[in-house]
């Protein structure tokens, strides 16, 4: 975590902005923006762990590759307590509720592999307790670096802190199986700065995590998305013109949206192997809109860039809304100007009527989305849920300029290979 002077050599480029007029835009339940019901009779991936945000290996291109025909999937993952006697309620039942509620706090980052690219088979921890230097292994991205089968898993280490970290180990393949091999060394990358990235210091809700690196296909440097809140003390911000947009009259109350600052990160490899970053501004803001914009990532297409990230419903700020999903914006180059799919940047969200039942969606680069099954009710009124912590059916989208269709839906975790890479 040295400091060297910037070697990036070009003028910062202006963040574009998500604003409170794009924002009005947003409309659940639009049926072309709108992920299908999920079933409450949704099978489990394992009666053991939960898993949540799923992170499919990857070339630095964003192409999901298996190797030697094994599919491979990186999962934040936590034990199910059904017999811990701290998750029983008053009547000696085990609360599903709490102990899922509690997961992020011993997040650990498992593999699971597939010759299908569904019905996944776990694989087990990627590193041994003791390697990552804090106790929330949080998401981020594996990227299968050669025909050896090196991988580099990018992630976040947190509590103490955010830590933006990376481990390199080993992927090898039998005819029965995958293995992960090594991810014994974590490198400390980057932290929040306090000047372009809120720190924790001035925001104990600071948000910075989830990195994704890839290669520009225009410029051929190594890049990385990160999610951020935008530096400054908690309250500091000011939501103005800017930030507001064009909102017709009876709108320009903004009320105390100063309090939500999310933005997508982004920094620049100064080395080839990705292990000397220097953070640039955010490439999107949404200040006075929503304090999350998490696990951002990119699909190129078309000659365009595809930022896609997801939000929830209660980081929206005062005055706008809008449901759990996945969120996209394109521009013609790299550093903007980016502007919101459909309008509004709503891609794929939760239907009214089951606001929680899905998270987490990673759009990859062949139109299939993927996310994991978080709650779904299991009785009208909406009271009954239940918790699924395994992978949610995949939903194909079509990406047509500025637009975006729902058009299929596949089974769950349904992740194929879009190329397939047989070591050495
Ligand atoms: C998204 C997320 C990520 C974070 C992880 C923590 O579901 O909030 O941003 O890395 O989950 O569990």
Redesign the pocket.
Known sequence: MKSTPSTFGKTPHQPSLWTRADALKVHADDPTTTQPLVSANFPVLSDEVFI??TMPLRDIDGNITSVDGWSVIFT?TADRHPNDPQYLDQNGNYDVIRDWND??GR?KMYYWFSRTGKDWKLGGRVMAEGVSPTV?E???TPILLNEQGEVDLYY?A?TPGATIVKVRGRVVTTEHGVSLVGFEKVKPLFEADGKMYQTEAQNAFW?F??PWPFRDPKDGKLYMLF?GNVAGERGSHKVGIAEIGDVPPGYEDVGNSRFQTACVGIAVARDEDGDDWEMLPPLLTAVGVND?T??PHFVFQDGKYYLFT?SHTFTYADGVTGPDGVYGFVADSLFGPYVPLNGSGLVLGNPSSQPFQT??HCVMPNGLVTSFIDSVPTDDTGTQIRIGGTEAPTVGIKIKGQQTFVVAEYDYGYIPPMLDVTLK
């Open positions: 949540w945000d934040l997961r992020h997040a929330r949080w998401a981020g976040t947190v948000g995590r989830d999610e999350q998490e696990r997801i998270y987490s």
